[in-house]
């Protein structure tokens, strides 16, 4: 039997709403430790995904030489420098301004080998995963070359 989406997801994740400003977004991201978030409607829909890129890619040039360093701090859950949190808590932008509306998705039941052919076809790090219109876990790349890691061999590839 393939594994599934629901057997590597992860199931408690944090949302953030499209008027989450970007301060708060870095936060959340930091203390949870992921890569990016969900974005949800007032209906519980999801409308978006933001990720640590999103965050950052708006810095200015003279920004630019701190950029890899507090993106390396970010990816590492460690404790952010207070100019980049100062810059952050300036910003006035909001999840809808910055989100990757577009989100590709996958059904709890999708095996692994769908969901790595989604994220190579579209390039991305990372999956929400839907129960029809209702958001029930992410998987991201690390999930995903966990579970190959420990599949017995080929059984990825079953469909």
Known sequence: ???RAADIMTRDI?????S???GEIARI???RRVSALPVRDEKGHLVGIVSEGDVLRPLRESLASK???WL????EGENLSPEFLD???ADTRAAADIMVRHVITAEED???SHIAELMIRYNVKRLPIMRGEMLVGIVARADLVKALAKAPHGAWLEA
Do not use: G, K, N
């Not at 944090?14 to 499209?18: E, F, G, L, Q």
């Not at 390396?72 to 990816?75: D, E, P, T, V």
């Open 72 to 75: 390396l701090a970010l990816a």
């Open 110 to 112: 999708a095996t692994l």
């Open 20 to 22: 989450t400003r970007v």
């Open 29 to 31: 991201l930091a203390e």
């Open 67 to 69: 950029r890899a360093e």
């Open 87 to 89: 810059y952050l808590s």
């Open 14 to 18: 944090a949302t953030i709403s499209p």
């Open 1 to 3: 039997m393939p594994i």
